[in-house]
């Protein structure tokens, strides 16, 4: 579920999620469940993640503070949004049936 900017796109229709900063960028795209978008000064967001076996924390690429991500959404008109957010908290909750997940927020 992707949460649409009021004015900005509505219904997405594609996602692009790409990991910064760790030598070669890692193609977060298939691993979010939920991003949340705010059209502020200055903009925020939070991406949640699915993170099987830990990924994302554990193995492969670490999310860590300050990481950037740059987010690509288009909708069902074609309008693209695109923007570089840093990881500014991580949170890695436990809810039963969920799996692991984490939570990063750039606000």
């Known amino acids: 579920t992707v949460t649409p ?3 900005v796109f509505t219904e997405a229709v594609n996602v692009l999620l790409i990991l910064k ?3 070669a ?3 977060l795209s298939s691993s979010w469940n939920v991003i949340e978008l705010e059209d502020a000064v200055p903009q925020s967001i939070k991406v949640t993640l699915t993170s099987p076996f830990g990924e994302f924390s554990t193995r492969g690429a670490k999310i860590q503070k300050f990481d950037r991500i740059y987010l690509q959404v288009t909708d ?5 949004f695109k923007d570089v957010f840093h990881v500014r908290k991580i949170k890695r909750p436990r809810k039963g049936g969920k799996g692991k997940q984490m ?3 750039d606000f």
């Open 5 to 7: 900017i009021s004015g």
């Open 21 to 23: 900063d760790h030598g």
């Open 25 to 27: 960028d890692v193609d």
């Open 76 to 80: 069902i008109r074609g309008n693209v």
């Open 103 to 105: 939570i990063l927020n």
